[in-house]
């Protein structure tokens, strides 16, 4: 049997998030709250853009593929962990684990490319305003799209080739609500060093290097909107925070997941939470609140549901 890959793990056992009865029940009216939240804001922006002509931009289309993809992503490990809480015994099917890595790196890839995507269209926008739309199409749009997917999907699929194949023969305990790589893969029955180097390699380094790139781009964009007058550039300020501010929590909790995979400490479970269920409902607020053509937009089609026409 020496050097067989074999498994003899069928489920795996989530340790949850806490033992008190007064916080899990304080973690569900949170957790709930802001899931059913993050569900309605990322759909009304959804529903806005289509059905709004004042926002059929290039800007507009990122910005509702963005909230489908927070859409997807708030779903992969809150309902779980949300149904869990007053569970006595919280278990995930070795294929459910699978599943949740999958999209979760599927997901947040796309969205790591979508992000810069999005920063390339500011930066046209700004600096290069009179070839705007011709740079963005509708073409460019769905090229961007069908990229961003495209990579997301390389790289989940990249991650479950190394790990699909391990060998776990106990124990199967994650300390954890979810599953992901860093945690997985210390039940591993073999050496776990190259495995965590390769995590590191393939989504900590991926995600820091996005990481500044992004905000790189956005301190040049900055830097040239200095060139404008101030009235100009107000609206595109105001943007450009919002956008700063969605790839800080975006990018925060994946570099220090995966730039530390050995680590595991009560601020991983803080974070993973702060990932799966408040950034979610963020990014809807943070473009909504900040951004007037988006408020101005759905109290139209507010007015449009309802029949009211002042």
Request: net charge neutral; hydrophobic share 60%.
């Given at each position: 049997m020496k050097g067989a890959n074999y498994s003899i793990v069928s489920e795996f056992v989530f340790l949850g998030l806490s033992n008190s009865w007064q916080i899990q029940l304080l973690l569900f009216w949170f957790s709930s709250l802001f899931y059913v939240s993050s569900m309605m804001g990322n759909l009304l922006i959804v529903v806005t853009v289509t059905t709004d002509s004042y926002l059929h931009s290039p800007m507009y289309f990122l910005l509702a593929n963005l909230s489908i993809i927070d859409l997807i992503f708030c779903s992969i490990a809150a309902p779980k962990m949300i149904c869990d809480l007053f569970r006595k015994r919280k278990v995930i099917s070795f294929g459910g684990c699978i599943a949740q890595i999958f999209f979760n790196h599927?997901?947040?890839?796309?969205?790591?490319?979508?992000?810069?995507?999005?920063?390339?269209?500011?930066?046209?926008?700004?600096?290069?305003?009179?070839?705007?739309?011709?740079?963005?199409?509708?073409?460019?749009?769905?090229?961007?799209?069908?990229?961003?997917?495209?990579?997301?999907?390389?790289?989940?699929?990249?991650?479950?080739?190394?790990?699909?194949?391990?060998?776990f023969c106990g124990p199967n305990i994650l300390d954890s609500f979810y599953c992901d790589i860093p945690r997985l893969i210390k039940l591993d029955c073999t050496d776990t060093y190259k495995l965590e180097f390769m995590v590191t390699t393939n989504s900590g380094f991926i995600s820091l290097g996005a990481f500044f790139l992004l905000i790189f781009s956005y301190i040049f964009i900055l830097a040239t909107l200095q060139k404008h007058s101030s009235g100009g550039s107000s609206k595109a300020l105001s943007t450009l925070s919002a956008h700063i501010t969605v790839v800080v929590l975006f990018f925060g909790p994946l570099i220090f997941f995966y730039m530390w995979p050995s680590s595991s400490t009560r601020m991983d479970k803080f974070l993973a939470i702060f990932d799966a269920v408040l950034t979610p409902f963020l990014n809807p607020v943070i473009y909504t609140f900040r951004n007037r053509e988006m408020k101005m937009a759905m109290r139209r089609v507010f007015r449009q549901l309802t029949g009211c026409r002042k």
């Open positions: 599927a997901v947040g890839g796309t969205e790591m490319v979508l992000l810069i995507a999005m920063a390339f269209d500011r930066y046209v926008a700004i600096c290069k305003p009179l070839h705007y739309l011709t740079i963005m199409s509708p073409q460019m749009c769905i090229l961007i799209l069908v990229l961003s997917w495209t990579i997301g999907l390389i790289h989940s699929l990249t991650q479950l080739f190394f790990v699909i194949n391990l060998p």
